[in-house]
């Protein structure tokens, strides 16, 4: 193994900058799309991409296009339960201040997917999960994650993910789309109205700095987080947003 002057260990960079690469463009990808978005030789890619296919990181489809493998699926695991237990307090903190549920959500390929979440006491609440997969473009956290990314990376998305509207009020088409994050960019946090879930209302904050695209949220029946509720929220998620940032970074330096 060749190892660069900066300590890193090379093949090791190269096997995580294709997986990366796999990820971006959705899950699947030619040898060819990948030679095209390295500066690896081709050689060097097909060589590194039997290594995963046999260890089982990735795979080849039938149309010889490759995809992550299923062995990833038990490290995304683990990793998962550690943040989630490393944002936790942060989570209670929003629940016991502002009585709503309090949830933290990630890209994972073209959805979102809850990895963390602190219920409220209330009987009529939010019934999110962990792990549950939703579109990016109908709810609070998909929102502020797409407004972190460019127009061309959220067309992607959506175009590969499709925009389907589950109530009269979700956004359908990418061009409204587009709008909104751009109304999310400049007021710093993203709004699920009656979007997702008639009777339901989210407010969403990005998690800076994250190194996969992250958001905190609170949401609750409509009927209790109102404009008086956001004025409370929007302040609680940005400080919320900063220390999980902060400890993300502890935790990167740390290991």
């Known amino acids: 193994m060749a190892v660069k002057a900066a300590g890193g260990v090379q093949s090791v960079e190269r096997v995580f900058e294709l997986l990366e690469l796999v990820t971006d463009a959705g899950g699947e990808v030619t040898l060819s799309e990948l030679a095209g978005s390295t500066d690896l030789p081709l050689p060097t890619i097909h060589r590194l991409l039997r290594t995963l296919v046999k260890l089982g990181y990735a795979r080849q489809l039938p149309n010889r296009r490759y995809a992550l493998g299923p062995r990833l699926i038990r490290l995304g695991d683990g990793a998962t339960k550690q943040l989630g237990a490393l944002v936790r307090p942060q989570l209670a ?33 939010m019934f999110t999960e962990v792990g549950r997969r939703v579109h990016t473009h109908d709810s609070g956290v998909g929102k502020a994650i797409l407004a972190q990314l ?13 925009m389907p509207t589950p109530t009269d009020r979700s956004i359908g088409n990418v061009e409204d789309l587009l709008a909104d994050l751009k109304r999310i960019r400049e007021r710093g946090y993203s709004i699920d109205d009656n979007e997702q879930e008639i009777g339901v209302r989210c407010f969403a904050v990005a998690i800076p700095g ?46």
């Open 93 to 125: 903190s929003l629940v016991q201040k502002l009585g709503e549920t309090s949830n933290m959500a990630m890209l994972d390929g073209d959805m979102v997917v809850y990895i963390a979440q602190v219920p409220s006491a209330h009987s009529m609440r």
């Open 150 to 162: 460019s127009d061309d990376v959220v067309r992607g998305i959506v175009s590969r993910a499709g």
């Open 210 to 255: 994250a190194p996969t695209p992250t958001a905190v949220s609170v949401s609750g029946p409509v009927s209790r987080v109102d404009e008086g509720f956001a004025d409370r929220a929007i302040p609680l998620l940005h400080a919320a947003a900063r220390v999980i940032a902060d400890d993300l970074e502890q935790a990167s330096r740390a290991s």
